[in-house]
């Protein structure tokens, strides 16, 4: 079973500042990887998916790349809406699609 | 626009069982694979089940086969998410998800804003 591991596990930035979150996978899951953002009280939203294509209505301030078992979600501008959980789950063993422990970004 | 809202959850005992539910709309709901998805108590997501738009395929993760059964009512527009023997480790918000594509069965790109199940004597 494939096992996704997030790091940092709180990440503290800035307004205006970029963000660089990290997610592993136990043994490579190709480009099946998905980023969702979760905000306290709020149901997971879909950010980005195939780890590099933006999902309907997300802004161009989030970007994800990588492949194989390193993946980076990357959010160049953080504006105050974005201080949330991000989850990464990858779907290329299904089932089960593992998910990530999480990266909470806070305010700095 | 697409909704999805889940009813049922509530307080059971260890042993006991519930019946949750998850009212579609918005979309045609029969196009869909569906999944339910949990998250304990500030902790992260787990994937739960699947189910095939006619229902005739079903997934689910290990800790609750057997025990959970995901089906669901396409003339009623509703997934439904049988719980049996429950215990404590299932305490969790259960969401409804829509899954985007039986090709990506592992994004899931509307969910609902969930319902709490608790587990306890």
């Known amino acids: 079973e494939i096992v996704m591991t997030q790091s940092p596990d709180t990440l503290s930035v800035s307004p205006g500042e970029r963000a660089t979150l990290s997610c592993r996978a136990s043994q490579s899951v190709s480009s099946n990887l998905v980023w969702y953002q979760q905000k306290p009280g709020q149901a997971p939203r879909l950010l980005i998916y195939?780890?590099?294509t933006r999902a309907t209505g997300i802004p161009a301030r989030f970007s994800g790349s990588g492949s194989g078992t390193e993946f980076t979600l990357t959010i160049s501008s953080l504006q105050s809406e974005d201080f949330a959980v991000y989850y990464c789950q990858q779907y290329n063993n299904w089932p089960p699609g593992a998910f990530g422990g999480g990266t909470k970004v806070e305010i700095k | 626009e697409v909704q999805l809202v889940e009813s049922g959850g509530g307080l059971v005992q260890p042993g006991g069982s519930l019946r949750l539910s998850c009212a579609a709309s918005?979309?045609?709901?029969?196009?869909?694979?569906m999944s339910w998805v949990r998250q304990a108590p500030g902790k992260g997501l787990e994937w739960v089940a699947n189910?095939?738009?006619?229902?005739?395929?079903?997934y689910s993760v290990d800790s609750v086969k057997g025990r959970f059964t995901i089906s669901r009512d396409n003339a009623k527009n509703s997934l439904f998410l049988l719980m049996n023997s429950l215990r404590a480790e299932d305490t969790a918000v259960y969401y409804c998800?829509?899954?985007?594509?039986?090709?990506?069965?592992?994004?899931?790109?509307?969910w609902g804003q969930g319902t709490l199940v608790t587990v306890s004597s």
């Open positions: 195939g780890a590099s």
């Open positions: 918005g979309f045609t709901f029969s196009s869909y694979w």
């Open positions: 189910i095939k738009q006619d229902g005739s395929e079903e």
């Open positions: 998800a829509r899954v985007v594509s039986y090709l990506y069965p592992g994004i899931f790109d509307y």
